[in-house]
């Protein structure tokens, strides 16, 4: 199994997106369907074009909140794991219905920022779908 993240637009409606996210590392995989806006990962794809800035330097994406409020929440959070800079990516999931997965996606720095290349110069009304594989 690749140790990857797909992202995928499923549909467009004016600036409102319904997307679709695949995360695997070489054991485990997850997906889940969330909604969301055009620009959504713009930003964070920005942020992770400059990561590491430290060994300390953390940066996370989140949508939703958990608890009842929401119907999914997601949380990725990216961090160095190593003093050499090895970095990962970490998808969390809580309760309420114990459906949440929660695993690492390890990588190194330069692939972290082509993951924020990616993401910060998607075009979805063009591509609907961008896949990054972590080297």
């Known amino acids: ?28 995989s997850t997906s889940i369907d969330f909604y969301g806006y055009i620009d959504e990962f713009r930003s964070f794809g920005a942020e992770l074009c400059s990561f590491p800035q430290n060994i300390n330097h953390k940066i996370q994406y989140e949508l939703g909140e958990q608890g009842n409020k929401w119907a999914y929440y997601i949380l990725l959070r990216v961090f160095c794991y190593e003093t050499n800079g090895y970095s990962a990516i970490n998808n969390n999931r809580e309760e309420p219905y114990k459906n949440y997965s929660e695993f690492c996606i390890m990588t190194v720095p330069a692939s972290i920022n082509k993951l924020g290349q990616l993401l910060k110069g998607w075009k979805m009304e063009n591509e609907k779908e961008i896949e990054w594989i972590a080297e």
């Open 1 to 28: 199994m690749e140790r990857k993240i797909k992202i995928r637009a499923l549909n467009i409606e004016n600036e409102e997106v319904h997307f679709q996210i695949e995360l695997a590392n070489a054991v485990n």
